[in-house]
């Protein structure tokens, strides 16, 4: 079983910034990917940001490139998400995922993982 913590959620003015960061713990088999999804209200979640294996590789929703940037520390097991020049348009719950075993093609596939955490909120007012 593999935990994850989120943290840094919030509101903030459109334009703004925010970091979120996400802790695993427990039985972690190296090496993992971690990844960030969202779901907004009355929508389907959707993939934004992932660090693929030993997080050499990085890949983003068209929707977040050249404003969101996802960063990892394999020594602390945490990855972050750096989010700038937020848009109203991503105010949603971020969820962080974790995976030891997905391939790459299913990398923007929520089904894809196994573990999740709670979920933090994001709003961005206008």
């Known amino acids: 079983q593999v935990q994850l913590v989120e943290s840094g959620g919030g509101l903030v003015q459109a334009g703004g910034s925010l970091r979120l960061s996400c802790a695993a713990s427990?039985?972690?088999?190296?090496?993992?990917?971690m990844a960030w999804f969202r779901q907004a209200p009355g929508k389907e979640r959707e993939f934004v940001a992932a660090?693929?294996?030993?997080?050499?590789?990085?890949y983003y929703a068209d929707s977040v490139k050249g404003r969101f940037t996802i960063s990892r520390d394999n020594a602390k097991n945490t990855a972050d998400l750096q989010l700038d020049g937020l848009k109203p348009e991503d105010t949603a719950v971020y969820y962080c995922?974790?995976?030891?075993?997905?391939?790459?093609?299913?990398?923007?596939?929520?089904?894809?993982?196994?573990?999740w955490g709670q979920g933090t909120q994001v709003t961005v007012s206008s």
């Open positions: 995922a974790f995976s030891s075993t997905l391939i790459l093609s299913s990398l923007r596939r929520g089904e894809s993982y196994a573990y």
């Open positions: 427990g039985h972690i088999r190296r090496p993992y990917t």
């Open positions: 660090n693929w294996r030993n997080g050499a590789n990085t």
